[in-house]
């Protein structure tokens, strides 16, 4: 846990905090301006998986789009952690075949599907998962499809020396807004650098993703296609169950978010959602245990949302089943306790309801 890290999440029995998650917040708009905060917002964290939109955008910026006549579903994909199902197997093989690569060329190595039915529906046929269900494959088909279209190689396009990596890269330092040395460079689960920059920079990216009107027409466009792809496949982000898609859903096309390892969710705001005239949002939680069952991130990000204004009575309950506040249960499925977020956000400029 870092030292400036604070609770976030209790749950409680029998009238008691059991345990607590702890953990930092960061809101920042369009612009740079930190315009929310808990704990310390410029704490130094990896991306993990929520970088895949900001991965994916010097490809789309390259006019790879165009060049492999990609569609919104595909570009979705490409941003997401799917849940390894049939129909996210299938649009991934569709963008392999006009590529001309099949799975046999992702180097994420191969991990259960995500969808515990898939999981358990293979283990009941004696199969094996492939790449092409590894939640990483729409990304690892996006890098090769970068590669084979500028004419690098295919075989080592997850190390840091590859020029796809170093496109990725510069471009994660400019949507940062940090010098490319500042961003720590490690090598994620699925194998391909993962990032490492403070929650402040992390939310500055998602604002300006969703915002671009400051950026060179070239990215600023290339950003509207894959906010667009997000919003209108959010099933291809992460599945029907799951929180980054949920909330999508139930939005109305004003907010994306994307979900990493080891407790890190982003979430970005496109203008509007605020009210008439807002800028740009993007958002930046961290949870410094990991939130390995995934507890803790929705519920905190549901109140951060209602605490700024940006979920309508209505879009809380539709989300309900993720929080902010649930019941917690047995084995017999009496109510033993409950979680609950326990933090109040820092403003300036806003002023959010507690």
């Known amino acids: 846990?870092?030292?400036?890290?604070?609770?976030?999440?209790?749950?409680?029995?029998?009238?008691?905090?059991?345990?607590?998650?702890?953990?930092?917040?960061?809101v920042v708009d369009s612009q740079g301006?930190?315009?929310?905060?808990?704990?310390?917002?410029h704490q130094v964290t990896f991306l993990r998986s929520s970088a895949k939109p900001i991965q994916l955008l010097p490809f789309i910026q390259a006019g790879g789009d165009?060049?492999?006549?990609?569609?919104?579903?595909?570009?979705?994909v490409m941003c997401g952690s799917h849940d390894g199902s049939q129909a996210h197997v299938q649009v991934v093989e569709g963008i392999q075949s006009r590529v001309?690569?099949?799975?046999?060329?992702?180097?994420?190595?191969?991990?259960?599907?995500?969808?515990?039915?898939?999981?358990?529906?293979?283990?009941a046929q004696g199969k094996d998962p492939t790449p092409n269900q590894h939640n990483c494959s729409g990304k690892h088909t996006g890098m090769l499809a970068y590669a084979r279209m500028l004419s690098f190689a295919l075989n080592d396009y997850t190390e840091m020396e590859h020029p796809v990596q170093q496109a990725i890269l510069t471009c994660m330092a400019e949507m940062c807004n940090l010098p490319r040395s500042?961003?720590?460079?490690?090598?994620?689960?699925?194998?391909?650098?993962?990032?490492?920059?403070?929650?402040?920079?992390?939310?500055?990216?998602?604002?300006?993703?969703?915002d671009p009107q400051d950026l060179p027409p070239e990215r600023a466009d290339a950003c509207r296609k894959i906010t667009r792809a997000m919003l209108a496949h959010p099933e291809n982000v992460a599945g029907p169950k799951r929180f980054d898609t949920r909330l999508m859903m139930m939005t109305g096309q004003r907010m994306i978010c994307k979900g990493g390892a080891e407790g890190f969710l982003a979430i970005g705001l496109l203008p509007g959602a605020l009210g008439s005239g807002s800028?740009?949002?993007?958002?930046?939680?961290?949870?410094?245990?990991?939130?390995?069952?995934?507890?803790?991130?929705?519920?905190?990000?549901?109140?951060?949302?209602?605490?700024?204004?940006?979920?309508?009575?209505?879009?809380?309950?539709?989300?309900?089943?993720?929080?902010?506040?649930?019941?917690?249960?047995?084995?017999?499925?009496?109510?033993?306790?409950?979680?609950?977020?326990?933090?109040?956000?820092?403003?300036?400029?806003?002023?959010?309801h507690g």
């Open 100 to 123: 001309g690569i099949t799975e046999t060329d992702l180097l994420c190595g191969i991990q259960p599907p995500l969808d515990e039915s898939v999981a358990f529906g293979l283990i």
């Open 1 to 26: 846990m870092v030292a400036a890290d604070l609770p976030v999440l209790d749950v409680t029995r029998g009238g008691i905090v059991e345990s607590s998650h702890f953990g930092a917040i960061a």
């Open 279 to 352: 800028p740009g949002i993007g958002i930046a939680i961290k949870i410094s245990d990991g939130d390995a069952k995934n507890r803790a991130r929705p519920a905190v990000a549901l109140e951060l949302l209602r605490q700024i204004d940006a979920l309508s009575t209505g879009e809380v309950s539709a989300l309900a089943e993720f929080g902010p506040v649930l019941p917690v249960t047995n084995w017999r499925r009496f109510v033993v306790g409950e979680s609950h977020p326990v933090f109040k956000v820092i403003t300036s400029g806003w002023k959010p």
């Open 182 to 210: 500042q961003v720590v460079v490690g090598r994620d689960g699925c194998s391909v650098p993962t990032f490492g920059m403070p929650l402040f920079n992390a939310a500055l990216a998602y604002a300006r993703l969703c």
């Open 33 to 41: 301006q930190l315009q929310a905060w808990y704990g310390d917002a």
């Open 66 to 76: 165009r060049h492999f006549q990609l569609t919104p579903a595909e570009i979705s």
